[in-house]
C-alpha cells in the first residue's frame, strides 16, 4: 500500500518523466554520430554497472532471486526493443511528436489484455481506444512533416513497450520491483554485448560525448527507480496524470535545444492521445476498486 505521501510521490513521477525526456533528447544528439545500438547498449550497460554498485552489497542473491528468468528476460527484451526502435525513431523525428507515439501504449496494452489475458473491454475504453489511435493519426496525418519511417520506428517501439507493460501487470504479483529492474538492466547489457561484432565500429568519442553516452544509462535507470518508488507514496490515481509531464518535458526540450515545435494539429493529437490514455489508467484504477 502506498504511505500516504502523494506530494513526494508527484515529485518523482514528474522527475521520472524528465529523466526519460532527457535521455530522448540526449540520444537525438548523439544518433547524429553514433550508431543506435551502441547507445542501446550504453544505456543499459551504465545502468547495470550502477545498480551492481549501489544495490549489489545490501541486497546481495535477492537482487537476481526470481522462479521465473526466462518470462524477466523476455520482458526485458522488449525493454530492449522499446529503447532501440524508439531512439531510431527520435533520431528522425522531432522529440514531442516522437514522445507521444509511445503514449499509444496503454491503447495497444488494452487489446493485448483483451487477447492474451482474456480481460473484459467496456464499450468506454474501447471509445478511448479508438479517440487515441484517432490522436495518433492526427499526428501522423498524411502531408505532415513526419518521416513515415520515423512514424513506423515509433509504432514499432510502442508495440514492444506494451508487451513489456502487460507482461509487467503480469509478474509485479509475484516479482519483486527492483529484481525486475536490475533483469532489464542484466538481459539489456549482455544481449547488446553478445551482437557488438554486427554493428561496434565508428567515431572514438570525445570527453563529453562519453560523458553524454554514459548519462543515458543515468537517465534511464533513474526515470524507472523514481516511477517505481513513486507508486509507493501515492495510487496510481494521484499519479497517471502527471505521466503525461513527460511531454510536456519534450516539447520543452524540443523547443529549447532543437529549435522546434509541433503545430496545433500535433499538438490535437497529442492532447487526444494523453486524454485517452489517462481515462484507460482511471478507469482500471476504478475497476480494481470496485472489485476490492
Same mark, same amino acid.
Given at each position: 500500500?502506498?504511505?500516504?505521501?502523494?506530494?513526494?510521490?508527484?515529485?518523482?513521477?514528474?522527475? #521520472?518523466?524528465?529523466?526519460? $525526456?532527457? =535521455?530522448? *533528447? %540526449?540520444?537525438?544528439? +548523439?544518433?547524429? &554520430?553514433?550508431?543506435?545500438? @551502441? /547507445?542501446?547498449?550504453?544505456?543499459?550497460?551504465?545502468?547495470?554497472?550502477?545498480?551492481?554498485?549501489?544495490? #549489489?552489497?545490501?541486497?546481495? $542473491?535477492? =537482487?537476481? *532471486? %526470481?522462479?521465473?528468468? +526466462?518470462?524477466? &528476460?523476455?520482458?526485458?527484451? @522488449? /525493454?530492449?526493443?522499446?529503447?532501440?526502435?524508439?531512439?531510431?525513431?527520435?533520431?528522425?523525428?522531432?522529440? #514531442?511528436?516522437?514522445?507521444?507515439?509511445?503514449?499509444?501504449?496503454?491503447?495497444?496494452?488494452?487489446?493485448?489484455?483483451?487477447?492474451?489475458?482474456?480481460?473484459?473491454?467496456?464499450?468506454?475504453?474501447?471509445?478511448?481506444?479508438?479517440?487515441?489511435?484517432?490522436? #495518433?493519426?492526427?499526428?501522423?496525418?498524411?502531408?505532415?512533416?513526419?518521416?513515415?519511417?520515423?512514424?513506423?520506428?515509433?509504432?514499432?517501439?510502442?508495440?514492444?513497450?506494451?508487451?513489456?507493460?502487460?507482461?509487467?501487470?503480469?509478474?509485479?504479483?509475484t516479482e519483486n520491483t527492483v529484481t525486475?529492474?536490475?533483469?532489464?538492466?542484466?538481459?539489456?547489457?549482455?544481449?547488446?554485448?553478445?551482437?557488438?561484432?554486427?554493428?561496434?565500429?565508428?567515431?572514438?568519442?570525445?570527453?563529453?560525448?562519453?560523458?553524454?553516452?554514459?548519462?543515458?544509462?543515468?537517465?534511464?535507470?533513474?526515470?524507472?527507480?523514481?516511477?517505481?518508488?513513486?507508486?509507493?507514496?501515492?495510487?496510481?490515481?494521484?499519479?497517471?496524470?502527471?505521466?503525461?509531464?513527460?511531454?510536456?518535458?519534450?516539447?520543452?526540450?524540443?523547443?529549447?535545444?532543437?529549435?522546434?515545435?509541433?503545430?496545433?494539429?500535433?499538438?490535437?493529437?497529442?492532447?487526444?492521445?494523453?486524454?485517452?490514455?489517462?481515462?484507460?489508467?482511471?478507469?482500471?484504477?476504478?475497476?480494481?476498486?470496485?472489485?476490492?
Amino acid at each position: 500500500m502506498p504511505e500516504g505521501r502523494p506530494f513526494i510521490g508527484i515529485l518523482m513521477m514528474l522527475g #521520472a518523466g524528465l529523466c526519460f $525526456a532527457a =535521455l530522448d *533528447a %540526449t540520444s537525438k544528439h +548523439l544518433t547524429q &554520430t553514433f550508431s543506435v545500438p @551502441m /547507445l542501446v547498449w550504453a544505456r543499459y550497460t551504465v545502468h547495470f554497472v550502477l545498480m551492481v554498485i549501489f544495490l #549489489a552489497p545490501s541486497m546481495r $542473491a535477492k =537482487l537476481i *532471486a %526470481t522462479q521465473r528468468p +526466462l518470462a524477466l &528476460t523476455v520482458r526485458a527484451l @522488449m /525493454l530492449v526493443g522499446t529503447t532501440g526502435f524508439a531512439m531510431a525513431g527520435i533520431s528522425i523525428m522531432p522529440l #514531442a511528436e516522437s514522445t507521444a507515439f509511445l503514449f499509444v501504449t496503454p491503447m495497444i496494452v488494452v487489446l493485448l489484455a483483451s487477447w492474451l489475458l482474456r480481460e473484459s473491454v467496456s464499450k468506454a475504453r474501447w471509445i478511448a481506444i479508438v479517440a487515441g489511435f484517432a490522436g #495518433a493519426l492526427l499526428i501522423a496525418r498524411p502531408g505532415g512533416a513526419l518521416s513515415p519511417q520515423g512514424i513506423i520506428l515509433m509504432s514499432l517501439a510502442a508495440g514492444c513497450y506494451a508487451i513489456y507493460q502487460v507482461q509487467t501487470r503480469h509478474m509485479t504479483l509475484t516479482e519483486n520491483t527492483v529484481t525486475m529492474l536490475f533483469y532489464t538492466a542484466l538481459v539489456g547489457t549482455v544481449s547488446m554485448t553478445l551482437a557488438a561484432p554486427l554493428y561496434w565500429g565508428g567515431p572514438m568519442p570525445d570527453a563529453w560525448q562519453a560523458l553524454g553516452i554514459a548519462s543515458l544509462g543515468i537517465y534511464g535507470g533513474t526515470g524507472h527507480l523514481l516511477m517505481t518508488r513513486a507508486f509507493r507514496h501515492a495510487p496510481a490515481s494521484t499519479l497517471s496524470p502527471f505521466l503525461y509531464a513527460q511531454l510536456v518535458w519534450a516539447m520543452l526540450l524540443g523547443w529549447m535545444f532543437y529549435d522546434h515545435l509541433p503545430d496545433l494539429l500535433s499538438v490535437a493529437g497529442m492532447a487526444v492521445i494523453a486524454g485517452s490514455s489517462l481515462s484507460i489508467a482511471l478507469s482500471e484504477r476504478f475497476r480494481q476498486a470496485s472489485m476490492s
